[in-house]
């Protein structure tokens, strides 16, 4: 049973370049939820997606875009980087937006210089 | 705001010297408590669900509790392998603002060093 995958694993990018992040949920899962993890800290929650629309988001702004496609499959859209977006991107799956337990994919580490 | 706190932040055990996680939580009606483990560069690994005060759960070596106020996440016996991050996220009941989505909030952490 294939769990959540996230590509790339590692990214590099310079200020002001634009970036998208992959996530493929957890096989019978149709919610996706993306958050962001700084060095030291937990998780934050950036937006979560479920048939192929925003359902709610986080204390981010509108450089953080996503999408989801009819296979539930999501991307994360980073425009405009900043040095303070470097942190590991985190993919999580979920059966049904009202599903309480999420299981998290591997994670990209992006490195904005 | 839903609000956790995880203490102590970091904690070093000899192998074999059981001890117990804290994590405090405030949320408007609590819909799950969540405990994951992470490996240092890895995706949190899902551990434990609990949902309402009294409520126990266990895996080897380890066993979640739950409090109106708190939950413990106890290690008996811990080995080298059990060294993480161990995490705590709140799942609360969805208000008019938020619809009917769910998002989890998380603690920072307990970093956990079992030495051999």
């Known amino acids: 049973d294939a769990g959540v995958t996230q590509s790339p694993t590692h990214l590099i990018k310079t200020r002001g370049q634009q970036v998208t992040l992959r996530c493929s949920p957890k096989s019978g899962h149709d919610t996706v939820s993306w958050y962001q993890q700084a060095l030291g800290q937990g998780p934050q929650f950036i937006f979560q997606?479920?048939?192929?629309?925003?359902?709610q988001r986080g204390n981010f702004p509108d450089r953080f875009s996503g999408h989801q496609f009819p296979n539930y499959s999501s991307e994360l859209n980073v425009n405009a980087l900043l040095l303070g977006d470097s942190a590991l991107y985190l993919c999580?799956?979920?059966?049904?937006?009202?599903?309480?337990?999420?299981?998290f994919g591997p994670g990209t580490r992006l490195l904005v210089l | 705001e839903d609000q956790v706190t995880q203490s102590p932040e970091a904690l070093r055990l000899q192998e074999g010297e059981s001890s117990s996680l804290n994590c405090s939580y405030t949320v408007s009606g609590l819909r799950g408590l969540f405990w994951y483990r992470q490996d240092p560069g890895k995706g949190p690994e899902f551990l434990f669900t609990l949902y309402s005060a009294g409520e126990e759960k266990e895996k080897e070596r380890l066993k979640a509790t739950l409090t109106k106020k708190e939950s413990f996440l106890h290690i008996t016996a811990p080995k080298p392998e059990d060294s993480a991050t161990y995490l705590c996220?709140?799942?609360?009941?969805?208000?008019?603002?938020?619809?009917?989505?769910?998002?989890?909030?998380f603690g920072s952490g307990t970093q956990l060093t079992v030495l051999p």
């Open positions: 999580a799956s979920s059966q049904g937006h009202r599903q309480e337990t999420q299981y």
């Open positions: 996220a709140v799942l609360s009941r969805p208000s008019f603002s938020s619809g009917s989505a769910r998002q989890l909030t």
């Open positions: 997606y479920y048939e192929e629309e925003e359902r």
